[in-house]
Nanobody, 126 residues
């Protein structure tokens, strides 16, 4: 069982930065690929980024590549999402997720993740 708690969201202006954190409890954290998704009002949940359990492989959606950086500290059971040059289009609830062990589905699809946090709101004003 994994429990995830996100933090670090807020209201910022376009061009600003935020760092989101996701702290996990549960023994399987260090063996899980971790992902960040976001969901804006009236829209489907969207893949943002993911990181392998060892941190050596990272993945990004095209819309955030070059602006966002995912990282993890397994000693602290925490995964981070550094978001730079934020745009109004980045406004959404950001959710952290732990990928289901053994999943053969793409890591960009929500259904491949078995555990989710409740999310943290990010609002970017123009």
């Amino acid at each position: 069982q994994v429990q995830l708690v996100e933090s670090g969201g807020g209201l910022v202006q376009a061009g600003d930065s935020l760092r989101l954190s996701c702290t996990a409890s549960g023994r399987t954290f260090t063996r899980s690929t971790m992902g960040w998704f976001r969901q804006a009002p009236g829209k489907e949940r969207e893949f943002v980024s993911a990181i392998s359990w060892g941190g050596d492989s990272t993945y990004y959606a095209g819309s955030v590549k070059g602006r966002f950086t995912i990282s993890r500290d397994n000693a602290k059971n925490t995964v981070y999402l550094q978001m730079n040059r934020l745009e109004p289009e980045d406004t959404a609830i950001y959710l952290c997720a732990a990928r289901t062990s053994g999943s053969t589905l793409s890591l960009t699809v929500p259904v491949s993740y078995g555990y989710w946090g409740q999310g943290t709101q990010v609002t970017v004003s123009s």
